[in-house]
């Protein structure tokens, strides 16, 4: 603690705005400010999001800064009747507003950029609560505020992502370091292939300890772990998560993907650049999405040159070659003809790998033989063909988790088979 001002250890953010609240536009602000705190070594109590609302505003300021060391707002910031953030804050804390005079100048600046004057309504952003320390903002009109209030600090941020995140770097990023005690580090590890509950059951004494924590995270046929810690430094918190990751990779490796920002897709291609190997698609009721998800990937034309959507039994025929005798004595969605789409695929662009995927993604359409969710996922390469089939008739009411299970099941299997597994 030095001149009154605790350390900072704890963070709680205010996200403010009826907009966010009604679905019309969607909080990318409070996971980058959070990221960014964690970084700094302080960690995050809480996220809030409230309405433009003055009673609703001071009442979630006041309960944030009973638990925090830092509140962080963004929003509210602006010369429009329901941007009420810094007049709120300056009614949780009694203080006075009071126009500055370096924020009226830089309203004048950014106007005058614009070739235009400001009306009176603008100046409204030139006031701020009294003892406010000024957070400039190069980019737009409104400044922020850094208000110290009872042991917490408050720091107002515009809405605008870039806005906000140009006042982060500059002004909190350095005032949270110089009075934070340590660094909060995470890693995160990619599986698929295994179940959440089954994963858990593996790594469940690190689940339970204290220091550091492990947490899993599912989606969709993939399950992260997340190891965290404290330390004085990043690097020192670094040493204490490696014999953790490491312990968990000698249980789960035959599961693992890759780590951090990694994605399935961005693993599949990675091995295939490696190898010098291309791939080819061909999908049914995935429609294409494993083509969109290989090619999100920068440098995807290095190994993926053609899909094939072949939704309907005449399309396999046509186009991937599969047998009629196949399809009608099987069925579209068979073993047989996962093999066949894939290997058809391969030939047809001249490829390494051949990929397919056939199923019944619902919610109707599907019958006692072959419900909704029944999948069957192929590889082909110079070696052979195989298939598979996946069972995700648990998620019958949704064709979007059928679809994605599907390209997640699909490339993991691409993924093994190019790893010689």
Not at 6 to 15: K, L, N, P, Q
Not at 70 to 75: D, H, M
Not at 109 to 137: D, M, V, W
Not at 202 to 230: C, E, S, Y
Request: charged share 25%.
């Amino acid at each position: 603690m030095q001149n009154g001002q605790r350390d900072m250890r704890s963070a709680e953010i205010v996200t403010i705005g009826t907009e966010m609240l009604l679905g019309d536009l969607v909080d990318t602000n409070t996971a980058w400010i959070s990221n960014r705190l964690a970084a700094l070594g302080v960690g995050i109590y809480r996220h809030t999001t409230v309405g433009d609302n003055t009673d609703r505003i001071v009442g979630a300021l006041k309960d944030a800064a009973s638990r925090a060391d830092l509140v962080v707002t963004t929003g509210g910031l602006g010369p429009t009747s329901d941007d009420l953030t810094n007049a709120c804050l300056g009614l949780l804390t009694g203080r006075e507003m009071v126009e500055y005079p370096e924020a009226r100048a830089h309203v004048d600046e950014k106007f005058a950029k614009f070739g235009r004057e400001p009306t009176p309504s603008n100046y409204k952003q030139a006031l701020f609560p009294e003892g406010t320390k000024l957070i400039p903002n190069p980019l737009g009109t409104a400044m922020g505020a850094l208000v110290e209030w009872n042991g917490t600090l408050f720091a107002t941020l515009p809405g605008v992502p870039s806005e906000m995140k140009g006042m982060f770097e500059e002004t909190i990023a350095p005032l949270v370091s110089s009075r934070s005690d340590g660094s909060i580090v995470s890693k995160t590890l990619h599986f698929t292939g295994i179940g959440e509950s089954a994963l858990a059951e593996k790594v469940q004494d690190f689940l339970d300890a204290a220091d550091p924590t492990v947490a899993p995270l599912a989606g969709q046929g993939r399950v992260r772990l997340r190891i965290t810690t404290r330390a004085a430094t990043e690097a020192e918190a670094e040493q204490k998560i490696a014999p953790v990751e490491k312990e968990i990779l000698a249980r789960l490796g035959e599961f693992f993907f890759g780590e951090d920002e990694e994605t399935l897709e961005g693993s599949v291609g990675r091995l295939l650049r490696e190898r010098g190997a291309t791939v080819a698609l061909a999908e049914s009721c995935t429609g294409g999405l494993i083509s969109k998800r290989l090619t999100d990937v920068a440098g995807s034309s290095e190994y993926f040159g053609e899909g094939f959507v072949t939704y309907s039994n005449e399309s396999k025929e046509r186009l991937l070659g599969v047998p009629k005798e196949t399809l009608v004595e099987h069925g579209a969605v068979s073993e047989p003809v996962a093999r066949a789409m894939a290997e058809g695929a391969r030939k047809l662009a001249g490829a390494d790998y051949g990929l397919s995927v056939t199923g019944v993604a619902g919610p109707g359409g599907g019958s006692p033989e072959k419900p909704v969710g029944l999948v069957f996922v192929g590889v082909a390469d110079a070696d052979g063909t195989r298939a598979e089939k996946v069972d995700l008739t648990a998620w019958a009411r949704s064709r979007t988790s059928i679809r994605e299970r599907s390209a997640n099941r699909a490339l993991d299997l691409l993924r093994l088979r190019i790893e010689g597994r």
